[in-house]
């Protein structure tokens, strides 16, 4: 009689794994999207449309970030895409949460 249970249990146990993996992998999926979606969610430059652009060097770019308040590791962080979203869109906004802290803009003059 016990030989008789074993095999069944055996393949109770197999069915139960064949049931709970699409699960498994269902929330896997879930759990690395989700990881993906919160870091694209926050996104701290935001380019904005502007008639002007300018092209700053990465100096030039620290010098403006630091002089309007930002840390030097926000500088190192954000300074790139400041940059690049200023020579190609001519305006930015950098977001900390739902709030803007700062928003910069090319002007001729």
Known sequence: MNRASKPRRASESHRVLKRLAPAAVVLLLLLVFAGCASLTSSRTVMPLNNR???????????????????????????????????????????????????????EDS
């Not at 300018?54 to 790139?80: C, H, K, W, Y």
């Open 52 to 106: 002007d652009t300018v092209e700053l060097d990465a100096a030039q770019t620290a010098e403006l970030m630091t002089a309007s308040g930002f840390s030097r590791r926000e500088t190192i962080a954000n300074g790139p895409d400041l940059r690049n979203a200023l020579a190609v869109s001519g305006a930015a906004q950098i977001r900390r949460g739902s709030g803007v802290m700062a928003l910069f803009v090319a």
